[in-house]
């Protein structure tokens, strides 16, 4: 059995993106810029926060959290994001998942300038993944392709199946795999019999943790 080393490539990646923001400098005179917006005080979100404005300081970014108390109204989070869609120095903004009950999601995440959707939540790049075209690609689906391609593993032809199906990982990493020409199941929690599934496909990608239900 092979083991994927997953945190042996993320160096590897972090590193190539660290020598990237350093010639973006030398030819913009500023460093990439990337703002969160966290609302609340969810344990799990804080310390998703914390790590990305970590990996944010090794590779040489500027990084701004606009944290937010769990009342707040929508109206309030989308002139923030408005306010960082105008800002020249803001190249990507995250919005931390999930939002209060009481946020449309839906609507917050479309408000994000596309060219800023460094999540590939919006519309947009959901549509261009689809269709195969370039666009951003939310992270673990694209982290898994890239380890499978590390691993020189090529899913052309071959039968995958994705358990889960949710708008963050489920259906871009089947939409990657589409793409990549491999004959793909999806798996969700309506799917009758999902041993049985499983058992069709010899190579499965498997859902990574997801805050949107399938």
Known sequence: MQILDGKALAQKIEEKVSSGAK???SLTGRVPGLAVILVGHDPASQA???MKKKACDRAGFYSVTHEMPDDISQD???KTIEMMNQN???DGILIQLPLPSHIDTTK????VAPT???DGFHPYNVGRLTTGLDGFVPCTPLGVMELLAEYNIDVKG???CVVGASNIVGKPMASLLLNANATVEVCHIFTDDLKKTHARSRHYPRRCRSYQSD
């Open 76 to 78: 309030a989070i989308i």
């Open 48 to 50: 998703y926060v914390g």
């Open 23 to 25: 010639e973006f400098k």
């Open 116 to 118: 800023k959707d460094v």
């Open 158 to 160: 071959k039968n995958c």
């Open 108 to 111: 917050i995440l479309e408000v």
């Open 88 to 90: 020249p120095n803001i």
